[in-house]
Antibody, heavy 120, light 109 residues
């Protein structure tokens, strides 16, 4: 069955960096576009970034543009999110999710999330 | 940017009752681009509906979606114990971008 497992969360000081990973199984990873979506404590869901199935195109929310970089390694079935210049407002659960390239409109599978806390 | 407003914020109901959740968009949304998710604490969000009214794989038929333009509704015909959760609507916009409503919590009365 489809599984997405995030890892790499933790506590980081403001201005610091961290890399999240999402390991996929149960489907052909290279056939799907992948996303990061986050949820700050007590808040709703916020889309963060998209990477095309072959890594050729990447898109970011304005709130993270220039600080976060999404990437993938299709040989390892793994998605990454490199987060730099972290701020307190980046504190959130980070979920990876997939969409079909032909139907970007909705996320059909999600992981359970990993928690990032930005605090001094 | 299209803003999605969900109401009510919290719905207190008993198992077996009908739940009606609203999602209102600040501008017209293509029906193809409107989806609903269920989210329970500590779990992965789960796709319920896409294209307004198409149920995702494995979603029981007590869940239904309707609406068009700026007003959309998720209905749960008879609440089961496992349906108590937070529900989000989501729309896809050009750029591309994805936005979510703030959520409706369905809790046990």
């Amino acid at each position: 069955q489809v599984q997405l497992v995030e890892s790499g969360g933790g506590v980081v000081q403001p201005g610091g960096s961290l890399r999240l990973s999402c390991t996929a199984s149960g489907f052909i990873f290279s056939d799907y576009c992948m996303h990061w979506v986050r949820q700050a404590p007590g808040k709703g869901l916020e889309w963060v970034a998209l990477i095309w199935y072959d890594g050729t195109n990447k898109y970011y929310a304005d709130s993270v543009k220039g600080r976060f970089t999404i990437s993938r390694d299709n040989s390892k079935n793994t998605l990454y999110l490199q987060m730099n210049s972290l701020r307190a407002e980046d504190t959130a659960f980070y979920y990876c999710a997939r969409t079909k390239a032909a139907a970007l409109y909705y996320f059909d599978y999600w992981g359970q999330g990993t928690l990032l806390t930005v605090s001094s | 940017e299209i803003v999605l407003t969900q109401s009510p914020g919290t719905l207190s109901l008993s198992p077996g009752e009908r739940a009606t959740l609203s999602c209102r968009a600040s501008q017209s949304v293509s029906s193809r681009y409107l989806a609903w998710y269920q989210h329970k604490p500590g779990q992965a969000p789960r796709l319920l509906m896409f294209g307004v009214s198409s149920r995702a794989t494995g979603i029981p038929d007590r869940f239904s979606g309707s609406g068009s333009g700026t007003d959309f509704t998720l209905t749960i015909s008879k609440l089961e114990p496992e349906d108590f959760a937070v529900y989000y609507c989501q729309q896809y916009g050009t750029s591309p971008t994805w936005t979510f409503g703030q959520g409706t919590k369905v809790e046990v009365k």
